[in-house]
C-alpha cells in the first residue's frame, strides 16, 4: 500500500511546520496552549494524514467511490506553518493535494465540524479549483470563518463559509444545506468530494453549543451524498474532525458510515 512520501507533506506544511512535529517523537509537552504532543505523536499524525492516501488510492483503482477515515489526531485547524486546536497535520488537505496531482481538477470540501477550519481554508484560500465550504457555530473558536472571507487572488470565489448561530439544530442545518451547500456544489461541478466531518455540533458535545442529533448527521449525509452521485459519480471521502462526547461520536459515526455504505 502507497505510503505518504516525506517530501509531499511539504506541498500543505513548511518545512518548519514538518519538523516541529518530527522532533516531538519520543517526548511530552505542548505545541500550544490546547495541542499537547506524547512520545508517539508524530507517528500517531502521519498515519492520520496517511490513511486518506490510502483512502484515494482504493477509489483511484476502481475498488471503492466512498469511504471513511477513522482517525485522531484531527486536521482541520492545521495551517501552512501553526499547529493548533488539537491538530498537527491538516488531513483532508493533504489529501486534496494528492488528489489533484492524480488527475482529480476540481475538489469540493465541505466542513461541517462545529469549529471553523482555519487551517484548510488557508492552505487552499487562493487555489481556483479547491472550493472549500465550512458551516460552523460563530462566535466561537477559532473566531475565523466569517461569510465574508471568500477566497482571495485567482481563489475568489471558492471559499464559502456559513456562520451558525448557537443551539441551530437539524432543521437549520438541512435548509442550509438544501437551499446553500447543494446548489453551490452544482455550480462548482467537483470531480470529487471530500468531508471535514465533525460530530462535535451534536446536541450532547461538551465544546459546541449547537443541537443536531444522531439522526441529523445521518440526514446531512445523506444529502450529500445524494448530491455527489449526480455531479461526480458518488465519489465521496471523509475524515473524522472533531467529537468530545464518546457516545455521542460513536453513534454519529455509526449512522455516517451507514449512510456512506448504503451508497457504495
Known amino acids: ?37 506524547t512520545e508517539k505523536s508524530w507517528i500517531s499524525a502521519y498515519s492520520a494524514a496517511n490513511s486518506g492516501i490510502i483512502l484515494s488510492e482504493f477509489l483511484i483503482s476502481g475498488t471503492i467511490k466512498n469511504g471513511f477515515s477513522l482517525l485522531r489526531p484531527p486536521g482541520h485547524h492545521a495551517e501552512h506553518n501553526r499547529i493548533m486546536g488539537f491538530c498537527m497535520l491538516n488531513n483532508v488537505a493533504i489529501t486534496a493535494r ?30 481556483p479549483n479547491i472550493f472549500y465550504l465550512s458551516i460552523h457555530q460563530f462566535p466561537f473558536y477559532p473566531m ?33 444545506f438544501k437551499e446553500i451547500i447543494v446548489p453551490t456544489m452544482e455550480r462548482f461541478e467537483p470531480d470529487i468530494v471530500l468531508i471535514s466531518a465533525g460530530f462535535d455540533a451534536h446536541k450532547n458535545d461538551p465544546l459546541g453549543g449547537m443541537n443536531i442529533t444522531t439522526k441529523g448527521f445521518e440526514d446531512l449525509t445523506r444529502i450529500i451524498l445524494e448530491s455527489a452521485d449526480k455531479i461526480c459519480s458518488g465519489k465521496v471521502l471523509s475524515f473524522l474532525e472533531g467529537g468530545y462526547d464518546l457516545a455521542a461520536l460513536s453513534e454519529s459515526v455509526e449512522v455516517h458510515v451507514a449512510a456512506l455504505n448504503s451508497f457504495s
Open 1 to 37: 500500500m502507497k505510503k505518504l512520501p516525506n517530501e509531499f507533506l511539504n506541498e500543505i506544511h513548511s518545512q518548519n511546520h514538518i519538523q516541529k512535529i518530527e522532533n516531538s517523537k519520543g517526548k511530552r509537552g505542548y505545541f500550544d496552549s490546547d495541542t499537547p504532543f
Open 144 to 176: 475565523t470563518g466569517l461569510a465574508t472571507e471568500t477566497g482571495k487572488g485567482k481563489g475568489i470565489g471558492t471559499t464559502k463559509n456559513i456562520p451558525m448561530q448557537v443551539n441551530s439544530g437539524d432543521q437549520a442545518y438541512i435548509q442550509k
Open 98 to 127: 494528492y488528489l489533484q496531482n492524480n488527475g482529480f481538477k476540481k475538489i469540493f470540501i465541505i466542513d461541517w465540524d462545529v469549529h471553523h477550519g482555519n487551517g484548510t481554508q488557508e492552505i487552499f484560500y487562493e487555489d
